[in-house]
């Protein structure tokens, strides 16, 4: 096996012309961690702000809270406009997103006007709009966003295993709610749900790219935003799905093929399983695509939406979600031979080398973490599961250090019980 060294070598030449942080700070004030990654080759400056105020948090019966609240934040009046159009008008950009444990707010900037477009988020953040005009148009823009993502296949067969699979805390509920639970809510939940969850204990701040002395000042000051205090999650009791062996899940939407989608349990970025993990995804993958027969005609960018292999280590539940097609082949026998692969890659003993999928798995995290945004949320990730910010490093050795033995042992460990979506087309009726 090649060397640590040289596989982390062979991955920066893979990689694009970034710089990468090394030996990245943590420091904690007040409940709030704060991470940052100067880079002073960088002609922007982006934050993520996570704030325990994710599903986890909303009950039952308010499912689409979190998110409304945050799209009410992003919609509310700085200097007489909502804010997402100050900051553009900045030349910056902000949104947001609604996971199980937390929300994220992403803010991006020139690093010319990075300090300014900091500052207004901070006062958005410390005074939200809580007007019926404004809760209205934010309710409006969430309906539509759940519309669009209804349309997508892929999109919906992950919300489905995430609600069976999740582990309680109402953590599997959809991220932005259904409209018909929107419906329910009004200026005074989200004005409650604000007060009690957005607090400084447990938020992470986590920041990349151009970081001078007045941005790294307003930094200071979005991380001071929120009151003090620690919230904790909705207590929820969960009934679990009894199944010794595979669970199959179908739905139906108005899509013009079949996909077929599935999920594996997984390890977190802690686990000695993760380098191995992301090895494993990198040959399912490159199988899959094989496997599927995928026309000549496809490019490999369309290949890559059709057919796949995605690593959550995130999520209070990490997964491996594999997905395929239907309309790239026919959907029986490409669906019942990609199972196959799997069940096959956890029995058979793996025989040769598999320094093609360390490369591949090394590349596909390095272009990963190439934007400002993944790499501020990468930190913030191990920093907050690790206690370490030092994601480049800590990744780049666990691939580099997985052998062939660790691969077929996380096969075995994770591929043995899978959940399976089926996202098919709507029959309709010929008159």
């Not at 204990?201 to 941005?215: F, H, K, V």
């Amino acid at each position: 096996m090649k060397s640590a060294a040289a596989a982390i070598a062979l991955a920066f030449a893979l990689a694009p012309a970034y710089v990468f942080a090394e030996n990245v700070p943590v420091t904690h004030a007040d409940g709030v961690t704060i991470v940052t990654q100067p880079d002073a080759n960088s002609a922007l400056a982006g934050v993520q702000f996570n704030i325990p105020a994710g599903l986890d948090r909303e009950r039952l019966a308010q499912s689409g809270l979190s998110a409304l609240t945050a799209e009410t934040i992003e919609r509310t009046p700085v200097d007489g406009l909502p804010l997402s159009e100050a900051v553009a008008a900045h030349g910056g950009a902000v949104r947001f997103a609604v996971g199980a444990s937390g929300v994220r707010f992403y803010v991006e900037a020139t690093a010319a006007n990075a300090s300014d477009v900091f500052s207004l988020v901070a006062r958005a953040l410390a005074a939200p709009d809580f007007s019926p005009s404004t809760v209205d148009a934010a309710r409006a823009t969430l309906v539509r966003d759940i519309g669009e993502q209804q349309q997508e296949p892929l999109a919906v067969g992950v919300e489905m295993l995430a609600l069976s699979q999740a582990g309680g805390n109402n953590t599997g509920m959809p991220a932005l709610g259904t409209p018909a639970s929107l419906a329910q809510l009004g200026p005074a939940d989200v004005q409650a749900f604000y007060r009690a969850y957005y607090r400084r204990g447990g938020t992470t701040l986590s920041a990349a790219g151009s970081l001078d002395g007045a941005a790294a000042a307003a930094l200071q000051r979005l991380a001071q935003t929120l009151p003090e205090g620690s919230t904790g999650v909705v207590e929820t009791r969960v009934q679990h799905l009894d199944a010794s062996g595979q669970r199959q899940l179908v739905t139906h939407r108005d899509v013009g093929a079949p996909w077929l989608v599935v999920s594996y349990e997984a390890p977190s970025v802690k686990s000695a399983d993760y380098g191995p993990m992301l090895v494993l995804a990198a040959f399912l993958q490159r199988t899959l695509g094989d496997i599927a027969e995928i026309p000549g005609t496809i490019t490999p960018t369309i290949a890559s939406q059709a057919v796949g292999a995605m690593y959550d280590y995130d999520s209070p539940t990490p997964s491996l979600v594999l997905y395929v097609d239907g309309g790239i082949g026919e959907p029986n026998r490409t669906f019942g031979t990609a199972l196959s692969v799997v069940n096959i890659l956890a029995a058979t003993k793996l025989e040769g080398s598999i320094d093609q999928f360390k490369r591949i798995a090394s590349s596909d995290f390095l272009l990963g973490a190439s934007t400002l945004e993944a790499r501020a949320r990468l930190a913030g990730i191990f920093a907050d599961r690790t206690g370490s910010a030092d994601y480049l490093d800590a990744t780049l050795h666990a691939i580099a250090a997985t052998t062939p033995a660790d691969l077929q042992r996380v096969a075995r460990k994770y591929l043995g019980k899978p959940t399976i979506a089926l996202v098919l087309p709507r029959v309709t009726s010929q008159n």
